[in-house]
């Protein structure tokens, strides 16, 4: 499981912030998962702008996928790559209640389609070292 939530993460990476930009999202958003300040201050007391060190950021993005985790287990929903990067995009109570936006599903199946490939590449990586 820790791969998927390395692939998952990395995803969001990409489809959050793929230049690293530093400057702020439309929303205020911040770092490579573009947390909001809310989102951030749930999983650390870690000043706001420490979200621009991509090892803070790092280590916020897994505390928050693995609140989503639970949360969608809870809910008895897979915590697939899909889930989570839904409930990344549009909260967790709009996937919980089925009122995630289009735009959200969207995103949720770039994150997911670009977490399989990441998967994929790992494993031809493995089958490719274990052959040599």
Known sequence: MAGQRWETLQAIHWVENP?????????????AYQFRLQTWRM????????ALDRRCSDDVAVRHYEWLKLRLERAALAP??????LAW?????SVLKDRAPNPSHDYAS???????????????????????
């Open 19 to 31: 230049t690293n930009t530093s400057r702020p999202g439309p929303y205020g958003e911040l770092g």
């Open 43 to 50: 999983h650390t007391h870690q000043p706001f702008s420490t």
């Open 80 to 85: 697939t790559p899909y889930n989570i990067a």
């Open 89 to 93: 995009n549009a909260g967790i109570n």
């Open 110 to 132: 770039r994150v997911h389609n670009l977490a399989m490939e990441l998967r994929d590449r790992q494993v031809v990586a493995t089958v490719t070292s274990k052959s040599n």
